[in-house]
């Protein structure tokens, strides 16, 4: 399984940017796919994870503003992150839970920055 991330990039405060990651691969179902952000010295933190059935997670950081769903069809992942701040500069890293395994993306850098 491979997942490739795209979307990230600099954006202004209060501005909005989507975060699109494809799976590829032989990839078995039910699962989690999801997103994590990391800055410098700090761990792997969860943003949100959506479960092939529907049913979604979301860190309290990020409620009411990021939106994450998923194209099962097109196993597709999507992060809609709006009224960006400072904070949420991190890399993004998409993933793919099942079966006791999990696969990473290559990570995608957003910067919040006026």
Known sequence: ?????????????GGSL???????????????????????????ELVARMHSGGLTNYASSVKGRFTISRDNAKNTVYL???RL?????AVYFCSL???GTATW????????SS
């Open 1 to 13: 399984v491979q997942l490739q991330a795209s979307g990230g990039g600099l954006v202004q405060p």
């Open 85 to 89: 701040t400072p904070e949420d500069t």
């Open 80 to 82: 809609q992150m709006n």
């Open 18 to 44: 989507r975060l699109p990651c494809v799976a590829s691969g032989r990839i078995s179902s039910p699962n989690f796919m999801g997103w994590y952000c990391q800055v410098p010295a700090n761990q792997r």
């Open 97 to 99: 839970y099942n079966g």
């Open 105 to 112: 993306g290559q990570g995608t850098q957003v910067t919040v």
